[in-house]
């Protein structure tokens, strides 16, 4: 037990952990369960899977699905490319993200309610879908990979996140700092950071997520297809199937419809997708399991 | 100072606002491609001296994301490019097209040719006078389009007599059913094979069959019919009054006035006909919540013995299932098609054949060049374009790797041309791989049609020839003779808004108040639920809906007649 | 008076350079949020508009407030609006509090290595498109599904229960869904807040006869309540967000009229027919609202919580 020495026990803490033992494992089987079809189907036949009733293992074994996606040299640089996006706009947005964080809680600002407010508006208020890719064209961020990191480098939702995280870190510690000379960015290169560990590591997941995921601005700006990532590829061979939903002649309907088997390949497709992420969670996630950090004072 | 700072950014962006606001003017090229060059190939196509480039944005196709598919249209472009010296750079678009093309409008950026997009995007580029008339060139350069339009042309013009577009896919076969009723042969002929001439036999011949086969192999319990409603594959309460007479959901009279089937006797005992199926029990009950995935699967178990729809759904769910995981699957063990009427019906209308098509190309005021483009358009309308575009290159060229040859046709030096002999072969015997096409199809589809050539015989779809000499396509296009009819005229293609959003309403009306009627559990129950569906159906403004449909068929009527 | 004046400005100059890095630091910011947000903000007059894609804004005719009357006082706006604010309340509710008290349960956990399987695992779901989520709640719910199978043999029950057909089932099985797709990915942040939990504070507490509850009460919660109240003054602006694609799959056509919601029925009648117009207004519409409340909530939590968001 890693229970720190100070908490007692008590029977009705005791019956408490029971409880929520229990509670926790009914949830983990409901999470996992959903999980484990997905992954079971995806080895699956695909007209097999048609009729339904696999539930923990496949019941016709194949490799076909994951073929069929994994075919083909362009799933290599759609790789490629996810990464480089994830990366780059990971590392630029939780950067800046926790600046305009630090910048917005320093007591001693007197534009900080200013910055705030004026960020706030922008979440709330957009021109919509036309006027931004107007304004990609006229900034010749088209076809590009920048137009992935550089429009969402400062986000409003981020900033009030490492805004109230920074606040809990005594104003003292930078005072002292300021008080020996260092420059602000210093500060917050060499304190901020450090301190906010774990608010920039959950941050961290969610732009990662964010940035691996998305499909839509692909679909948007890398017109020449030069830029395309992962989720774009997945994304179009899933869409085969439901942009054929609009034909309306019936000929053309039935010709498309025989090859194409959707469920197999959007399970393949979704342990494709979330596999990389499974694998690197656990490594951001030891920011914030360990548990209580001491306090920032002591140092 | 915080209000001068604000004040003073309002300024910067109002700046930079009216900045972007404003289009690029675009210059006109007016040098042309030299296309007249008196050399022909054996396509009969005139190969231009000079390379002549075509940009198109295709807003219909799909990206491709099968490697066949994507060798397919690097070989077409290829042999473009030798045989006629045509290069073409087609940009695609993914899921919804329109979007894209949109876009592209309101930044300027769009090609020579747009093809695939609605009908409304295309009067949009009309409006705004970025498209170029086609009239002038249909007695000249264009004459294969206006021929094969044939007696539907005067349709596609507007009301100044103009032509803008062509359909990327227009025509029909004409033999070919598109819905039908389903039932499976091998149990049908369990039960004696008996005639199905009205909706009542059809009632009963499901029931006979439940009563022999009440549960699956797997003891599963099974259902005569069964829904879904995902977009797209409605089970669809308009193509089911096609047996009580109507046409597309409506009864047109004399004069061309339209009533809407919910008002209608034959749309009320349609909804009855289903309301017994209920009160037997033998409806799904999740009908209603089906998407088609998941009635799909439950007619894949042989849960569902009958099925009322696309002609292709039971092969698509049903022996083409069975034969893929059992090879030794009965060759009985499919389903075949029924027709039947109601007795007071004229006829069992449910396959309304419009020739006009559902996408659209248009040349753009970008084209350098609008004559060799009309020009390149023309020659998909002759028979080697279209049979270039639809069934690929010719002559064996080994381009897949699937072992066969990619060979279905054949063309000579002169521009002779047949089907490959294996390959009609391999389609009657329906061992036609539709994998294979891929390799070594891919153009663009800026003009085609369906409908079936001049000799009778040879259509664009592969598989859609010579069924005579396959036994369950006969017995389909025997059973379901007379259920097919003309509805070019019924294709409302003008909507203004009112109607637009008319249409979206009653959608909304019918999909959420007929299941209701349907299962009802008594008879007032029945009626209070028709009520409810013909109070929503007029709040959603369903007269205004009838009054467009019928004016519009009575002008498309006098066109064709003129 | 001339000395004061003085006096003054030498004060704020010397402010001024106390900050001067940070306003230096602001000067990027503040140009990369007038480029990439506030130019395209002219777009927004696209709902005042008859707005037709090709053409400049300013080429279009202009009808006003035309676009909002048109949905307001369409006979089924307060359909629409019933169901967006009781499904968003429940969200805000129900739905809020559950990654809480699931980041919270998952702290107490005494083994770690089980504390880490489960928050390993609990994302899991939000990866989960909701085309396979909906697939598996037909499974469950459907009228021959498992949940009824099971009541059905345990005599419980004589005719299926129409959980997905029925409307007033919908807006649990939406909440429950939703809960059951995002707890685990929220309440990573709540676990990242925990950990930030000051230890010295714990120990003290426990000096002073603190039980586990306590510790909860007055150690934990107060620490991580800056995010939470921003989390909910937040969420409080999405108030007329009410979900969309899950309608699309979960809600069918016997139960649209619970499922219906404002951003469901803007896409039918708006981007599906091609009215961007629609679409802007409504978007509109959602916006004043949400910053409004967004600033009202955010006033209300300041005064009485002690924590806002600004």
Redesign the interface.
């Known amino acids: 037990?890693?229970?720190?020495f100070?908490?007692?026990q008590?029977r009705a803490?005791k019956f408490?952990?029971i409880l929520?033992?229990v509670?926790?494992f009914c949830?983990?089987i409901?999470?996992?369960y959903?999980?484990i079809?997905?992954l079971a189907i995806s080895f699956n036949?695909g007209?097999?899977a048609?009729?339904?009733g696999i539930y923990l293992w496949p019941r016709?074994f194949t490799l076909d699905n994951y073929e069929?996606?994994l075919?083909?040299t362009t799933l290599i640089r759609g790789t490629i490319v996810s990464v480089l996006r994830t990366v780059i706009g990971t590392v630029t947005g939780v950067l800046c993200s926790a600046?305009?964080g630090y910048?917005v809680s320093?007591k001693?600002?007197?534009?900080r309610?200013?910055?705030?407010?004026?960020?706030?508006?922008?979440?709330?208020?957009?021109?919509?879908?036309?006027?931004?890719?107007?304004?990609m064209?006229?900034?010749g961020l088209v076809n590009t990979l920048t137009v992935y990191w550089?429009?969402s480098?400062?986000s409003a939702?981020y900033m009030?996140?490492t805004a109230?995280?920074i606040?809990?870190i005594p104003d003292a510690l930078f005072e002292a700092a300021r008080v020996d000379g260092a420059?602000?960015?210093r500060i917050f290169a060499q304190l901020v950071i450090p301190l906010s560990v774990?608010?920039l590591?959950?941050i961290a997941?969610?732009i990662g997520v964010g940035q691996w995921n998305s499909w839509f601005d692909v679909?948007?700006y890398s017109?020449?297809g030069r830029w395309d990532n992962l989720q774009?590829?997945l994304?179009?061979?899933l869409?085969?199937a439901?942009?054929?939903?609009?034909?309306?002649?019936?000929?053309?309907?039935?010709?498309k419809?025989?090859?194409i088997q959707?469920?197999t390949i959007?399970?393949a497709i979704?342990v494709v997708?979330?596999t990389p992420?499974?694998i690197i969670?656990?490594f951001f996630?030891k920011?914030?399991?360990?548990?209580?950090?001491?306090?920032a004072v002591?140092q | 100072m915080k209000k001068k700072l604000i004040s003073g950014m309002l300024c910067v962006t109002m700046v930079l606002a009216s900045m972007v606001g404003c289009g690029k003017t675009v210059k006109v090229n007016t040098e042309k491609t030299n296309t007249s060059s008196g050399v022909f190939n054996e396509f009969g196509w005139e190969v231009p001296e000079d390379t002549l480039v075509i940009n198109i944005l295709d807003a219909g196709g799909y990206d491709a994301p099968t490697e066949a598919e994507k060798k397919g249209r690097e070989n077409v472009l290829k042999y473009f490019k030798d045989k006629f010296n045509v290069e073409l750079k087609i940009q695609y678009t993914s899921g919804d097209g329109t979007e894209a093309v949109n876009l592209a409008l309101a930044s300027n950026q769009y090609p020579d040719i747009v093809t695939g997009i609605t009908y409304d995007v295309m009067k949009k580029f009309v409006s705004m006078g970025k498209a170029v008339e086609m009239t002038p060139y249909m007695d000249t350069i264009g004459k294969d389009i206006k021929d094969t339009m044939g007696e539907v042309y005067p349709l596609f013009l507007d009301s100044e007599a103009k032509l803008w577009y062509t359909p990327t896919l227009m025509g029909s076969i004409t033999e070919l059913p598109d819905k039908a009723a389903q039932i499976r042969y091998d149990e049908w002929l369990a039960i004696g094979s008996p005639e199905i001439k009205t909706p009542d036999d059809y009632y009963n011949a499901l029931n006979e069959i439940l009563k022999k086969n009440p549960t699956t192999p797997n003891g599963e319990k099974r259902y005569a019919l069964s829904f879904y409603t995902d977009s797209g594959h409605w089970s669809d309460p308009a193509a089911f009054c096609g047996f009580w007479g109507l046409k597309n959901g409506y009864d047109i009279n004399e004069a061309g006035d339209f009533t809407y089937w919910a008002f209608t006797e034959e749309g009320k005992e349609m909804t009855k006909y289903f309301n017994r199926f209920y009160l037997d029990g033998t409806l799904d009950p999740d009908s209603f919540v089906n998407k088609y995935e998941q009635w799909k699967t439950k007619f894949s178990n042989e849960r569902i013995a009958g099925v009322i729809g696309e002609w292709w759904i039971s092969y698509d769910s049903g022996h083409e299932v069975w034969q893929a995981l059992d090879p030794d699957t009965p060759e009985n063990k499919r389903y075949i098609h029924v027709s039947f009427k109601d007795e007071d019906a004229e006829g069992a209308y449910l396959s309304g054949k419009n020739s006009l098509g559902s996408r659209y190309t248009i040349i753009t005021d970008k084209a350098k060049n609008p004559e060799a483009l009309m020009k390149f358009i023309n020659f998909q309308a002759t028979e080697r374009g279209l049979a270039l575009t639809a069934w690929g290159i010719p002559n064996g060229t080994p381009i897949g790797n699937t072992g066969r040859e990619g060979k279905f046709w054949n063309i000579d030096a002169e521009g002779k041309w047949e089907v490959d002999p294996a390959a009609k072969q391999a389609l009657i015997t329906e061992t036609w791989s539709y994998d294979d096409e891929y390799y070594w199809t891919g153009a663009p589809w800026l003009f085609t049609t369906q409908s079936r050539w001049k000799d009778g015989v040879h259509c664009m779809w592969p598989n859609q020839m010579w069924y005579e000499e396959n036994k369950w396509k006969s017995l389909m296009i025997e059973n379901m003779e007379g259920t097919i009819y003309d509805s070019s005229a019924m294709r409302l293609m003008e909507k203004t808004d009112e109607v637009k959003i008319a249409e979206q309403a009653v959608k909304d009306a019918w999909t959420m108040n007929w299941g209701a009627a349907v299962q009802a559990n008594t008879e007032e129950e029945f009626e209070a639920a028709w009520t409810a569906l013909q109070n929503a159906l007029t709040t959603a403004g369903i007269d205004k809906l009838e009054k467009a449909m019928s004016e519009n068929y009575k002008i498309n009527m006098e066109k064709m007649n003129k | 008076m001339v000395l004061e004046i003085k006096k003054k400005i030498k004060y704020t100059v010397r402010r001024f350079n106390k900050q001067r890095q940070l306003w230096l630091l602001c000067i990027p910011i503040i140009i990369w949020v007038v480029i990439f947000a506030y130019v395209p903000m002219y777009g927004l007059l696209i709902a005042f508009v008859d707005y037709i894609p090709g053409m400049s804004i300013f080429d279009c005719k202009f009808v006003g407030l035309k676009h909002f009357k048109d949905f307001v006082f369409n006979p089924s706006f307060l359909l629409l609006l019933r169901n967006t604010l009781a499904m968003s309340l429940l969200s805000l509710t129900v739905g809020f509090v559950a990654p809480i008290i699931f980041a919270l349960s998952i702290n107490e956990l005494p083994h770690k290595r089980y504390k880490k399987v489960i928050q390993t695992t609990s994302y899991l779901p939000h990866f989960i498109s909701w085309v396979v989520a909906g697939s598996m709640i037909y499974m469950m719910l459907s009228n021959e599904g498992i949940v009824n199978d099971i009541l059905m043999r345990l005599n419980l029950i004589v005719k299926p229960v129409p959980f997905l057909t029925n409307g007033k089932y919908y807006w649990v099985i939406y909440t429950l869904a939703n809960i059951w797709k995002g707890i685990g990915w929220s309440a990573i942040i709540y676990l990242s807040a925990i950990s930030g939990v000051d230890m010295e504070l714990c120990e003290a507490g426990a000096m002073d006869g603190m039980g586990r509850w306590g510790m909860v009460r007055h150690v934990i919660i107060p620490t991580i309540l800056p995010t939470i109240v921003i989390l909910w003054i937040l969420g409080i602006g999405g108030i007329l967000n009410a979900g969309f694609e899950q309608h699309l799959i979960l809600g069918n056509a016997s139960t649209q009229n619970y499922w219906d919601v404002i951003d469901t029925y803007s896409y039918r009648y708006g981007i599906q027919l091609g009215y961007y117009s629609i679409g802007t207004a409504v978007g509109l519409m959602k916006s004043l609202i949400g910053f409004t409340l967004v600033f009202i909530t955010n006033r209300f939590c300041r005064k009485h919580l002690g924590t806002s968001a600004f």
Do not use: W
């Not at chain 1, 037990?1 to 720190?4: E, K, L």
């Not at chain 1, 508006?121 to 890719?133: D, Q, R």
């Not at chain 1, 439901?242 to 010709?255: K, V, Y």
């Not at chain 1, 920011?287 to 306090?295: D, I, K």
């Open positions: 037990m890693s229970r720190p100070y908490i007692k008590t803490g408490f952990d929520n033992a509670f926790m949830f983990l409901v999470v996992i959903p999980f079809n997905v036949n007209q097999d048609v009729k339904g016709k069929y996606i075919k083909g600046l305009l910048i320093c001693h600002f007197a534009g309610k200013f910055m705030r407010i004026i960020f706030i508006i922008t979440m709330y208020f957009g021109g919509g879908l036309i006027p931004t890719y107007l304004l064209t006229k900034l550089l429009p480098l400062f939702y009030l996140l109230s995280y606040q809990n420059s602000e960015l774990p608010m590591a959950c997941i969610y679909n948007l017109k020449n774009i590829i994304y179009r061979m869409n085969q439901s942009a054929m939903a609009d034909m309306t002649d019936s000929t053309m309907l039935s010709e419809m025989r090859t959707p469920l959007r399970s979704t997708a979330v992420i499974v969670y656990p996630q920011y914030f399991v360990s548990g209580m950090t001491l306090g002591k």
